[in-house]
């Protein structure tokens, strides 16, 4: 059964500083990665999303990379700011393109100004 | 183009009253989903569909219905409310021209007492 885990599970940091936010999973044959952004009493942003052939995708300050064979995918936050504070949710595509998105618990980022 | 809509926005119940959770997305997706956040639990997938006139049961579907009334509107009904179904319920859609990329609603708080 597919796990995702997302470390760590709180992150405080100064404005400015970059940032890098860790997600495994347990089985490597997935579709597509998926990274959110959940802000305080609201629903799920879609960030980024890489597919299962890509190392990578950009926007903006984000760069967020996957290495399937070792089941891993980070978030980079360049030059983080006050704004930037949120729940990020990392969610694989298990199960080929009609699978279902497996979900990590988040790891919730506070920039301190 | 509003993407996910959810109503209502909030819900209080009784132990034993029964609601309905409406859903619509308006981007012509084929799949939508319902599902549970719980503080410590991460997100759970409690229904989802796959196509119009097509239903499934994902990781949690105990003490839920569903209905995809057409394309646009996926519908989460409680027959039984109780204390167990307090949490924050969304709703998502799938894009497959889009790699599959998901898209969620802004959630129903609900509290069964």
């Known amino acids: 059964k597919q796990e995702v885990t997302q470390i760590p599970a709180a992150l405080s940091v100064p404005e400015g500083e970059n940032l890098v936010l860790n997600c495994s999973f347990t089985?490597?044959?997935?579709?597509?990665l998926q990274w959110f952004r959940q802000d305080p009493g609201k629903g799920l942003t879609s960030l980024l999303l890489?597919?299962?052939?890509?190392r990578e995708q950009t926007s903006g300050r984000l760069n967020a990379s996957l290495d399937k064979s070792s089941g891993r995918s980070t978030l980079y936050i360049a030059a983080s700011q006050p704004g930037d504070s949120a729940t990020y949710l990392c969610?694989?595509?298990?199960?080929?393109?009609?699978?279902?998105?497996?979900f990590g618990k988040g790891t919730k980022l506070s920039v301190k100004p | 183009n509003a993407g996910v809509t959810q109503t209502p926005k909030f819900q209080v119940l009784k132990t034993g009253q029964s609601m309905t959770l409406q859903c619509a997305q308006d981007?012509?997706?084929?799949?939508m989903y319902w599902y549970r956040q719980d503080p410590g639990m991460g997100l759970r997938l409690i229904y989802y569909?796959?196509?119009?006139?097509?239903?499934d049961k994902g990781e949690v579907p105990n003490g839920y219905n569903v209905s995809r009334l057409n394309k646009r509107e996926f519908s989460l009904r409680l027959e039984s409310a109780a204390p167990s179904q307090t949490s924050v319920y969304f709703c998502?859609?799938?894009?497959?021209?889009?790699?599959?990329?998901?898209?969620f609603g802004p959630g129903t708080r609900l509290t069964v007492t």
């Open positions: 998502a859609s799938r894009n497959r021209d889009r790699a599959y990329e998901q898209y």
């Open positions: 089985d490597s044959a997935i579709y597509n």
């Open positions: 890489i597919q299962s052939s890509q």
């Open positions: 969610a694989v595509l298990d199960g080929g393109s009609q699978g279902n998105l497996i």
């Open positions: 981007m012509n997706h084929n799949s």
């Open positions: 569909s796959a196509s119009e006139g097509t239903t």
